[in-house]
T-cell receptor, first 114, second 111 residues
Framework: GAGVSQSPSNKVTEKGKDVELRCDPI?????LYWYRQSLGQGLEFLIY????????KSGLPSDRFSAERTGGSVSTLTIQRTQQEDSAVYLC????????????FGNGTRLTVT | GQQVMQIPQYQHVQEGEDFTTYCNSS?????IQWYKQRPGGHPVFLIQ?????EVKKQKRLTFQFGEAKKNSSLHITATQTTDVGTYFC???????????FGGGTRVLVKP
């Protein structure tokens, strides 16, 4: 079956431009997470969606970052006025529920801001 | 907020030797999960522990959940080059609903 799909796989953008990263979770998964991972580093939590509940945005590093999840399925992470320090791999993961369910990760979007 | 600490941050292991990585929390956990991320890849789920004192094995990997449900360990025996990668623990605190990842243990295997 289809796994978590992220697009684009690679994105190179100029400093100051806006970018949109897309995540298609596994069908039926109610929980969706976005993480950021810099080279050789751990997983930095960004935002968490669970069903129809208000998202947990506590990990978003600045107001340049926003995310939405339409119809409880596809999610888009938007970064406005990109900075060089935004360069990283952005990983999306989904799970069947918020409790006791393993996360399934996509292959990530590698963002490079020049 | 909840912090999940993993030690060591790096582990250099001679092929064939055993090692253990630890995951610690200051708060009681509902469950704990372990993931492995190969170089250049994404994290892949390995196992979940839910019960106090639970021990689970996957071939050469042994996972344990502490009696107080505040810590966990992953022990790998007879390390192989295929064990190279970063091992993350992730936990949900009791009465919580968000999975929090530890910083990971980066494992390098010397042949």
């Amino acid at each position: 079956g289809a796994g978590v799909s992220q697009s684009p796989s690679n994105k190179v953008t100029e400093k100051g431009k806006d970018v949109e990263l897309r995540c298609d979770p596994i069908s039926g998964h109610t929980a969706l997470y976005w993480y950021r991972q810099s080279l050789g580093q751990g997983l930095e939590f960004l935002i968490y969606f669970q069903g129809n509940s208000a998202p947990d945005k506590s990990g978003l590093p600045s107001d340049r970052f926003s995310a939405e999840r339409t119809g409880g399925s596809v999610s888009t992470l938007t970064i406005q006025r990109t900075q060089q320090e935004d360069s990283a791999v952005y990983l999306c993961a989904s799970s069947y529920s918020s409790y006791n369910s393993p996360l399934h990760f996509g292959n990530g979007t590698r963002l490079t801001v020049t | 907020g909840q912090q999940v600490m993993q030690i060591p941050q790096y582990q250099h292991v001679q092929e064939g030797e055993d090692f253990t990585t630890y995951c610690n929390s200051s708060t009681t956990l509902s469950n704990i999960q372990w993931y492995k991320q190969r170089p250049g890849g994404h994290p892949v789920f390995l196992i979940q522990l839910v019960k106090s004192g639970e021990v689970k094995k996957q071939k050469r990997l042994t996972f344990q959940f502490g009696e107080a449900k505040k810590n966990s360990s992953l022990h790998i025996t007879a390390t192989q080059t295929t064990d190279v990668g970063t091992y993350f623990c992730a936990a949900i605190k009791a009465a919580g609903n968000k999975l929090t990842f530890g910083g990971g243990t980066r494992v390098l295997v010397k042949p």
